[in-house]
Every structure is written in C-alpha cells, then in structure tokens.
C-alpha cells in the first residue's frame, strides 16, 4: 500500500510563486518508482505537468518548461513542485502521482489533489 499526502497550493496572483509538496509513504513490500505531478483544469481531462524517475532526470510538459521544477528527496520520499511565473492557465487541481513496483506489477497511487488559483 501507498499513501500520497500533500500540501502546499492555494491563491497567487498572475506572476507569483507556489510550492507544492508530496510524501509517500509505502507498506507491504510496495516500492516507489517514479513520482510527479498532474493537474487538471476545470472541464479538462488530467494532463502531466512534470515526473521525475528514482535517480532519473525530470520530464516537463511544454507549457512548464522553465517555469515550473521538479525535485524529489528520495530518503524522504517527497517530492516537490516549485512554480514560478504562475498564469491564470496554470489554475487547476494539481494531484501528486507515484508509480509503486512489487512483485514485478506495476501499481498508479494518487494524492488528494491541491487547489492551485491563479488570478490576473
């Protein structure tokens, strides 16, 4: 089993700086392989926004690149998501994601979601 919990989120206007926070916490021989970030806008489907392998390099949708960073504390087992240069098209619900190996299956764990409001 694994838990996702985040913080961080809220209102910023047009041009400020939000930093979301997610900790794993994993039981039962799971294992965390690949952890990032997902939004989605109000009538929009889900869409990626960054996903950082264990020990990898980060993968960054084009509307974030060099805006938006992603990092993870593997010992702590957090990931982060530092946004910059916000615009009110970054507003959504952003949910942290983790890919959990065990047993050579593959296992999708999501957080509760953060409200991210961006305002002109």
């Known amino acids: 089993q694994v838990q996702l919990v985040q913080s961080g989120g809220g209102s910023v206007q047009a041009g400020g700086s939000l930093r979301l926070s997610c900790a794993a916490s994993?039981?039962?021989?799971?294992?965390?392989?690949?952890m990032g970030w997902y939004r989605q806008a109000p009538e929009k489907q889900r869409e990626l926004v960054a996903v950082?392998?264990?020990?990898?390099?980060?993968n960054y949708a084009d509307s974030v690149k060099g805006r938006f960073t992603i990092s993870r504390d593997s010992a702590k087992a957090t990931v982060y998501l530092q946004m910059n240069s916000l615009s009110p098209e970054d507003t959504a619900v952003y949910y942290c994601?983790?890919?959990?190996?065990?047993?050579?299956?593959?296992?999708?764990?999501w957080g509760q979601g953060t409200q991210v409001t961006v305002s002109s």
């Open positions: 994601y983790a890919l959990a190996l065990r047993a050579l299956l593959t296992f999708d764990y």
């Open positions: 994993s039981s039962g021989g799971f294992s965390i392989n690949r």
């Open positions: 950082i392998q264990d020990g990898g390099s980060p």
